[in-house]
């Protein structure tokens, strides 16, 4: 790691002044939880460690935090389970190598919750590190076509697996996946009257209508006034069929809603909205989209939320119909994707030592087939070869950034001692 980079609670503490205030507590209780969840917090930290180190000169569209939790089962719009990656708040373009050592750092952290030994560890980030630079050869070899739609269909790639643990993890979050869906999420978050109306939960402080809050925090006084104009410009975004399906549905209740770990306390907002039939609900999830911590100055005058758009659907195979962007009346850049649709994540908390390895050069595998679309897979390929170093040197980056991510940790542990950061709301 550069031996003058930024304090890293003083990073946080920057951060936390654009974001709702009432959030920062819980932002501060979540990433302080383990390594891992400080790591899923700081994308921002290692993109500035990166940037002071030697890089490679192959360039693609970055998930930019590419860490195990960002990889994940939804459905596609013909209602068959993929899995991909599926967080593109930070997408950019960037050598392919970022995205591939925050994966394995974030591998490590998983080991080292599962108590693996340093050599376990080692070999771990090798054989994913390994898995990436495989993948990249099999997509090298592809033609274009046959590249641009290969797609992990769930079911079919679980139903080829032997009966391990690892496919009997993959078989459970697929269950959870196909229960999550967006049907399930209104009965959560919703509250139904009997004269057939309906309102979001009032929860604070991780769901907060909009209509409760201070207007201080709001995009405009008039509350329907900033919908509608909300709602046209993320109407503007979409195809025009997706136009014509959402225009016969109305928006009846909005609130903040607190998600993740690195995203809470920025403006992430879900909005129900209603159409014509009795059984016609809908919920949409907005996020604020903030400049990518891999962007230059430069590049951060463009919509933030299209860039998000844009890069997920360059780094999907196939992606959120209801994929859009928009701008509040304060300038707020938003993108819009549905709230849940058979989206879910493999438990990393009790995996097995073998499953996380199979599980890592899934990922992998994944993550080289959304840069061979974005770049040049043949360069890449030729690049890598098959030697062997290329794994061993980022599994040897891997531990080293582990071991700073746990110095960060403490720090950060130590800041809420001290109460430099509230742990209290």
């Given at each position: 790691m550069p031996q003058d980079r930024p304090d890293p609670i003083a990073r946080i503490e920057e951060q936390n002044r654009s974001r709702l205030p009432w959030l920062i507590a819980e932002r501060h209780r979540r990433m302080a939880a383990n390594p891992f969840a400080w790591f899923r917090g700081t994308a921002a930290q290692m993109a500035s460690d990166l940037e002071g180190l030697p890089r490679s000169g192959h360039r693609v569209q970055l998930c930019g935090d590419a860490h195990l939790m960002n990889f994940g089962f939804y459905a596609s719009p013909e209602r068959s389970l993929v899995f991909d990656i599926n967080d593109f708040d930070e997408t950019a373009p960037g050598p392919f190598e970022w995205d591939l050592k925050r994966l394995l750092v974030s591998v490590v952290l998983v080991a080292r919750q599962l108590k693996l030994e340093a050599s376990d560890q080692e070999r771990l980030a090798r054989k994913v590190a390994g898995g990436y630079r495989k993948a990249i050869a099999r997509f090298a070899a592809l033609p274009t076509l046959k590249l641009w739609n290969t797609l992990l269909?769930?079911?079919?790639?679980?139903?080829?697996?032997?009966?391990?643990?690892?496919?009997?993890?993959?078989?459970?979050?697929?269950?959870?996946?196909?229960?999550?869906?967006?049907?399930?999420?209104?009965?959560?978050l919703c509250e139904f009257h009997p004269d057939g109306t309906a309102l979001i939960r009032h929860e604070p402080p991780l769901i907060w209508r909009h209509r409760l809050v201070d207007q201080e925090w709001m995009s405009h006084p008039d509350h329907d006034h900033a919908i509608a104009l909300m709602t046209a410009g993320y109407f503007d975004s979409l195809p025009a069929h997706r136009r014509h399906l959402l225009s016969r549905f109305d928006v009846v209740d909005t609130a903040y809603k607190a998600v993740g770990v690195g995203s809470v306390g920025t403006r992430c907002s879900i909005a129900l909205l209603k159409g014509p039939h009795a059984d016609d609900w809908f919920l949409l999830q907005s996020k604020q989209a903030l400049a990518s911590c891999l962007q230059s100055t430069a590049d951060a005058e463009q919509h933030q939320g299209q860039r998000v758009v844009e890069g997920q659907r360059l780094m999907q195979c196939v992606s959120d119909p209801f994929l859009g962007w928009t701008t509040t009346p304060r300038g707020i850049?938003?993108?819009?994707?549905?709230?849940?649709?058979?989206?879910?994540?493999?438990?990393?908390?009790?995996?097995?030592?073998?499953?996380?390895?199979?599980?890592?050069?899934?990922?992998?595998?994944?993550?080289?087939?959304?840069?061979?679309?974005?770049?040049?897979?043949?360069?890449l390929s030729a690049e890598l070869g098959e030697d062997k170093r290329f794994d061993r040197a980022l599994a040897g980056f891997a531990l080293a950034c582990a071991?700073?991510?746990?110095?960060?940790?403490?720090?950060?542990?130590?800041?809420?001692?001290?109460?430099r950061l509230t742990s209290s709301g």
């Open positions: 269909h769930v079911e079919r790639f679980v139903a080829e697996l032997p009966a391990t643990a690892f496919r009997r993890d993959l078989e459970i979050a697929m269950d959870q996946a196909q229960r999550r869906t967006g049907r399930q999420a209104i009965q959560k850049h938003l993108y819009w994707r549905q709230l849940r649709d058979w989206k879910s994540a493999i438990n990393l908390e009790s995996i097995s030592p073998d499953s996380l390895k199979a599980y890592g050069r899934l990922c992998a595998s994944v993550l080289a087939r959304a840069h061979a679309r974005s770049g040049d897979p043949d360069r071991d700073q991510v746990e110095i960060d940790h403490r720090s950060m542990l130590q800041a809420m001692a001290s109460g």
